[in-house]
């Protein structure tokens, strides 16, 4: 079974620290994903990268960036964390575009 | 505004009954995905369907898709309370190598 782990479930931050999530994924997949999920507006694509170093900005990469420095890890930096960054941060891979995304169990994120 | 949207967004029903939601989308797509989130989790893949392909089947679940109108359906049969979730559709065209979901379907199964 893949698994897409995240670092944390819970994180709690201050206005304006720089906060760094992790994601990593098992299975040797090439794509990985950041989304944000928020109520009412479902899942929103943040940043994606099809391989190592290489990333693509998704609908709404603003104030945030993404590293990906080995294949299994990609994580979502909030270079100056606000309070409208407050959401349920999720991670996803897969090995092919087309095929279904695997999902791990999200970060919640406050932002103080 | 979202590629899927999902009708309705909650659902309540008992414990035996089907369930039915449905996905609408604006462009025309490769494939579209349906997956369910419980609560504080994160998303599970349940079925894909193909542009070409009309019907799938897994389990108790039925996935329909109507190109020409742009939707598709998904039924859950003699639901259990384990199928308490959010349901989401999410669509992928080939141009942009991207999932757009939906805002999701709340659905309570009560015992």
């Known amino acids: 079974d893949v698994k897409v782990t995240q670092s944390s479930r819970y994180l709690v931050k201050r206005t304006g620290e720089k906060v760094f999530l992790e994601c990593v994924q098992d299975?040797?997949?090439?794509?990985m994903f950041w989304y944000r999920q928020d109520p009412g507006l479902g899942l929103r694509l943040i940043y994606f990268?099809?391989?190592?170093?290489?990333?693509e900005k998704g609908d709404i990469p603003e104030g945030y960036s993404v590293s990906r420095e080995k294949k299994e890890r990609f994580s979502l930096i909030l270079e100056s964390a606000s309070t409208n960054q407050t959401s349920m941060y999720l991670c996803?891979?897969?090995?092919?575009?087309?095929?279904?995304?695997?999902f791990g169990d999200g970060t919640r994120l406050s932002i103080l | 505004s979202q590629q899927g949207e999902e009708d309705p967004q909650a659902l309540s029903i008992q414990e035996g009954e089907n369930a039915t939601m449905n996905c609408s989308y604006k462009?025309?797509?490769?494939?579209l995905q349906w997956y369910r989130q419980n609560s504080g989790r994160g998303l599970v893949h349940l079925i894909l369907?193909?542009?070409?392909?009309r019907e799938k089947h897994s389990g108790r679940l039925r996935v329909t898709l109507d190109t020409s109108k742009k939707s598709s359906s998904l039924l859950i049969t003699a639901s259990r309370a384990a199928d308490t979730a959010s349901y989401f559709c999410?669509?992928?065209?080939?141009?942009?190598?991207?999932?757009?979901f939906g805002g999701g379907t709340r659905v309570l199964v009560k015992p």
């Open positions: 999410a669509t992928f065209k080939a141009a942009g190598n991207k999932l757009t």
């Open positions: 990268s099809y391989d190592v170093k290489m990333k």
């Open positions: 369907i193909r542009s070409n392909e």
């Open positions: 996803a891979s897969n090995g092919q575009y087309n095929q279904p995304q695997h």
């Open positions: 299975m040797d997949h090439e794509n």
């Open positions: 462009t025309s797509i490769n494939n």
